[in-house]
């Protein structure tokens, strides 16, 4: 394993320079007696109250270094807060002075070192960083780091800082694991390199790769003819549904269909006109579609599914059969003779059978059944029916890519068979003697516009019982062998574009490359299949690469074409040898020229996941790492690539975010490969893109109107989630709620993990929508929306949206709206058998307002845990709680703020009763003597006396985050600024954003000063 280095860079902390001797006069003079006074008796010794001791400071330069501490002390006086009510208190001159003071302190530091990018520390990715960047990197969601250790917050409460993400022993070596998991998912492609989102080490993880992207490749294609129908019709009356200047290709865009297709579908319907047979009827029923009346975009679905049904049910009834071959001393079942039968209805999808035609009234084909095999007359006992009877049946058989746009049948050429007609004719099928030549004619040009199947998906052992052979996806039928056989000509041909063609031949290369299939397929076939087992010499079976060989594989051909003179024999048995032999033999060729575009693509991942141009010496160390891996560990090209990845993952460039700081004094702007990180992370949390890359390399992306358009571009991406979530989710305090259990599930039986869930994702998407729709921050208190699925609807009363998730805009008639009555908030904030004002309180003031309140007391008394259980309401119990003077001073500042949500229970749920049977009661007197009821009273006391708080807060908080540290006092300047240009600015998100991007602290960083030189 190569040798991995972490580098951990120590960063100097700046001295403060001499504070203006006025202010030192003055802390002297004012300040320190002060303290002497009022303020040290409680505030020192081995047990200070509020864990706040005051007696070290004894100096400005003290007060200044700790300058957060005396934030709070400056909020205490101006609240008048401390010292308390019953202690000595100071005159309102005496208090106003070190008010005066502290404010003068903060305005010198702030003006003095106003714009300072601040200590920025090298740091690891924290562990939400890391799952996205593995994401981005790999194009899977693997969150390899699901095993590691929580990360710990810093003190603005956020865990992507240096301040708290340090690298461990017992943490390196999860790194390792998490990076060895990683590699093993790596996909070994013809023209480069892709991950699976399962590992990739033994043969059936690769077949299931390679056969889910091929399947998953179709089920992506639109097959539903009633889709190219309606497309077609909405084409036609486009003006009429305000879309004169549409074109066909617009048309095919906008209902997500395939354009290739629709233009045949446009040109068989509307452009030609067919005398006779299916496609005259067709156009009948077409031409009978009604015109729209207004916009109504849907007026002819019915319509066209009914065009749909026909199609598909004659399209049954005419369907080519192909018979196996038989052929003495060889069995029909064998691996060549199943492939010819697979290639016959491979390649007459788009073709039809004559015999099915009734001439005349004869009801010929039918008739010719009745002398056919017993199974085959058994397949004809099923009445298809009805078309609608038909799709149906197609539905429930389980397949993919029936023309209906229902499900395929297991074998879609062989059922629901051609139907038999019971009574009398087939209107549909009948043709004048006379005109017979030009009604098959007809019927060709309808079976070439409408395959009998656009794909085969899944197909039973040799064509038999087919409801005992679900899941054999891709199959070609063997029996007792996993064969794959390819039948999509029609989906091929008709349906895809040049660059859909190119992916789906791409993936089934795959499925030879990576998982060898049909080299593992002829092997069975030789060991156990193919009767030459009997044949071989006794002793231990060839090797693999010695079954493989060509010489190996003529002389089985050789063996099957000494056993018959058939021609439609020998001439399946030269195929099917003649492609194996082709198969592999190109394998071999293309895993040699693979080799050096594997260790090229090696190389742009590691540019990517370093997130800079790779340097000459990184590339010869990558380069050098793997050969020698070859020579001198002996480990095979895909075990060398897989380790040498895990070298790339475990560099610092990749799993560090190092930002190395300037031997020269003063600031610096951040160089545009960090500028890009930097901006990534906090917008995505997650490793630039191309784009940004690109700016980075093209040294623009400094400039602010580069800078300004690449964030608002972030800010539209679906990645922009990794800001709502890890942002929002520290903030608001509800990262880790998916982890929540303190609910009593046995009383809460509701309360389940679909439920919770939800309850979590519900913020994430509010904050999504206010950063992409680009909304005020001031939605977040008085939003009248939320966004619900069907688990929270249903908690919150509301009527079934259905699948997925809705926004709900009348979400006040429920109580919601906003982030305030959210139930992962008022979950969270509650024991599990009760409500907790005091929790839900303490959570308002201090994550959404910003309100800085010490810590409990060490002995608290604890109210009853079991609500069900109380004698009087909680409320009643509160108030005797706040009756203790050690306790009276905090809880004012945030009970009342909890008590409004007594008409939520325990976990969210709406009620007018507690667990007890007492009446809820939400009214509330404020601090400062205002009064409310309820989620509305509350609103209206913030927006009256607290919304600035809240812009004051959620700035600092974005800012914090956005720098990746906690504030200092040289911050404050860009605060009040940003706060302004967001007032000013309508309150909007992005307005906030891009003042934080374009903030000095965020574009620059400092480099190593002297002592003298601060």
């Known amino acids: 394993m190569r040798r991995i280095v972490l580098v951990v860079l120590l960063l100097p ?35 200070p109250k509020a864990q706040v001791d005051l007696a070290p400071y004894d100096s400005l330069a003290a007060v200044v270094q700790d300058h957060p501490r005396w934030a709070v002390v400056l909020e205490k006086l101006a609240a008048r807060e401390m010292p308390p009510e019953k202690a000595k208190q100071p005159t309102a001159e005496a208090r106003q002075a070190v008010i005066a003071w502290i404010e003068a302190v903060r305005r010198a530091e702030a003006d003095r070192h106003a714009g300072d990018p601040g200590v920025v520390l090298a740091r690891r990715l924290s562990n939400s960083e890391y799952n996205y960047t593995i994401r981005d990197l790999t194009g899977v969601d693997l969150r390899p780091a699901r095993e590691f250790p929580v990360d710990p917050a810093n003190p603005a409460g956020f865990d992507n800082s240096g301040e708290s993400l340090s690298m461990s022993p017992s943490l390196m070596k999860k790194y390792l694991d998490a990076a060895r998991e990683v590699a093993n998912h790596l996909v070994f492609r013809p023209s480069g390199l892709a991950f699976a989102p399962h590992p990739m080490l033994v043969d059936t993880d690769r077949d299931r790769y390679c056969v889910n992207q091929i399947v998953d490749f179709y089920h992506r294609q639109d097959t539903d003819y009633a889709d190219y129908f309606q497309a077609a019709w909405r084409f036609r ?20 269909v395939s354009f290739r297709y629709l233009t045949t579908i446009w040109h068989t319907l509307a452009e030609s006109k067919e005398p006779v047979g299916p496609l005259a009827k067709l156009q009948a029923m077409w031409r009978k579609l009604p015109a729209p009346r207004g916009r109504q975009p849907d007026a002819a679905r019915q319509g066209c599914e009914q065009m749909r049904d026909f199609v598909v049910a004659l399209r049954k009834k005419i369907e080519p059969r192909f018979e196996g071959i038989s052929a003495a001393g ?107 030549a030009r009604y098959e004619a007809a019927f060709a040009r309808f079976a070439a516009v409408f395959p009998d199947t656009f794909y085969v998906s899944e197909r039973g052992r040799n064509y038999l019982d087919k409801s005992k052979d679900r899941g054999r996806l891709l199959s070609a039928g063997f029996h007792n062998l996993m064969g794959y056989f390819r039948d999509d000509q029609p989906l091929y041909q008709l349906v895809l574009d040049d660059k859909g063609q190119k992916e789906l031949d791409a993936l089934w290369q795959d499925l030879d490359f990576v998982a060898e299939a049909t080299s593992r ?33 003529r002389k089985l051909e ?31 060729k293309a895993r040699m020229e693979a080799e050096p575009k594997h260790l090229d693509a090696l190389m742009q991942l590691a540019t990517r996941a370093y997130r800079r141009a790779l340097t000459d010496a ?6 050098g790492y793997y050969r020698s891996l070859r020579d001198k560990g002996g480990l095979s090209h895909e075990d060398a690539l897989r380790d040498t990845l895990v070298s790339v993952l475990m560099s610092p460039d990749f799993c560090y975010r190092i930002d190395l700081v300037s031997g020269e004094a003063g600031v610096h702007p951040l160089s545009d490969d960090a500028l890009a990180s930097r901006l990534s992370y906090f917008l995505w949390s997650s490793m630039p893109d191309d784009e940004l890359l690109a700016h980075a390399r093209a040294g623009d992306l400094h400039r602010p109107e580069v800078l300004a358009a690449q964030t608002r571009r972030m800010l539209a991406d679906d990645r922009v989630r990794g800001l709502a979530t890890e942002f929002a989710g520290n903030w608001l305090d509800f990262r880790r709620f998916e982890e929540h259990n303190a609910v009593d599930r046995e009383r809460f039986k509701t309360f389940d993990n679909e439920l919770r869930q939800a309850m979590f994702e519900e913020p994430i998407r509010f904050t999504l929508d206010v950063i992409q729709a680009n909304r005020s921050v001031l939605d977040f208190l ?29 979400a006040g008639r429920y109580g919601r709206g906003g982030l305030l009555p959210m139930a992962v908030f008022l979950t969270k904030n509650a024991p599990g058998l009760r409500t907790s004002p005091v929790k839900r309180g303490y959570w308002v003031v201090k994550s959404v307002l910003g309100e800085r309140i010490p810590p409990p007391p060490a002995v608290v008394p604890e109210l009853p845990r079991d609500e069900a259980k109380l004698d009087l309401p909680l409320r009643q119990l509160l108030a005797r709680h706040r009756e203790d003077p050690a306790c009276s001073g905090c809880h004012a500042r945030f009970d009342a703020l909890g008590l409004v949500f007594e008409a939520y229970g325990p976990v969210g749920e709406r009620r007018t009763v507690d667990l007890a049977g007492h009446p809820v009661d939400a009214q509330a007197q404020f601090p400062g003597g205002a009064t409310g009821t309820g989620l509305e009273g509350l609103r209206a ?41 967001l007032t000013r600015g309508g309150y909007h998100f992005e307005t906030l954003v891009e003042g934080v991007v374009a903030s000095p602290q965020f574009r620059n960083k400092r480099g190593r000063e002297t002592v003298a030189e601060r």
């Open 618 to 623: 990184d590339r010869s160390d990558l380069l």
């Open 13 to 47: 902390v700046p001295a403060l320079a001499a504070p203006p001797a006025d202010l030192d006069r003055r802390f002297g003079e004012v300040v320190k007696p002060f303290l002497a006074s009022y303020c040290v008796e409680c505030h020192s010794g081995a047990k």
């Open 782 to 810: 008085y939003g009248k929306h939320t966004f619900v699925n069907r688990s929270l609807a249903k908690h919150y009363g509301m009527a079934d949206p259905g699948a997925g998730w809705v926004r709900v805009d009348d």
């Open 237 to 256: 009356n486009r003006a009429a549904l305000g879309k004169a200047r549409a074109t066909l290709a617009t048309i095919a865009a906008d209902n997500k």
């Open 558 to 588: 050789k063996s099957y074409l000494g056993k018959t003179k058939d021609p439609i024999a020998v001439k399946a048995i030269e195929e099917h040898f003649d492609s194996v032999n082709t198969t592999i033999r190109w394998v071999e």
């Open 521 to 553: 397929t002829f092997v069975q076939f030789y060991l156990n299949g193919s009767g030459e087992a009997r044949e071989r010499a006794k002793g231990a079976a060839p090797a693999d690469h010695e079954i493989t060989a060509e010489g190996t594989i």
């Open 941 to 981: 006391y913030i927006r009256q006396h607290r919304q600035d708080d809240f812009v004051d807060n959620l700035t600092r908080k974005l800012l914090a985050y956005g720098l990746g540290r906690s504030l200092t006092l040289s911050d404050e300047g860009t605060v009040r600024d940003l706060r302004t240009k």
């Open 330 to 436: 060889l069995s029909g079942t064998s691996q060549p003779f199943l492939m010819w039968k697979n290639r016959q209805y491979a390649s007459h999808r788009m073709s039809y059978d004559p015999a099915a035609l009734q001439i005349d009234g004869e009801v010929k084909a039918v008739m010719a059944k009745a002398d056919a095999p017993a199974r085959d007359r058994d397949e004809l006992a099923t009445d298809a029916g009805s078309a609608g009877e038909l799709a149906r049946r197609s539905s429930v058989a389980g397949g993919v890519g029936n023309p209906s746009g229902g499900l395929e049948t297991i074998d879609g050429e062989e059922a629901p068979a051609r139907p038999p007609r019971r009574d009398g004719p087939d209107a549909d099928l009948r043709v004048p003697s006379a005109e017979r």
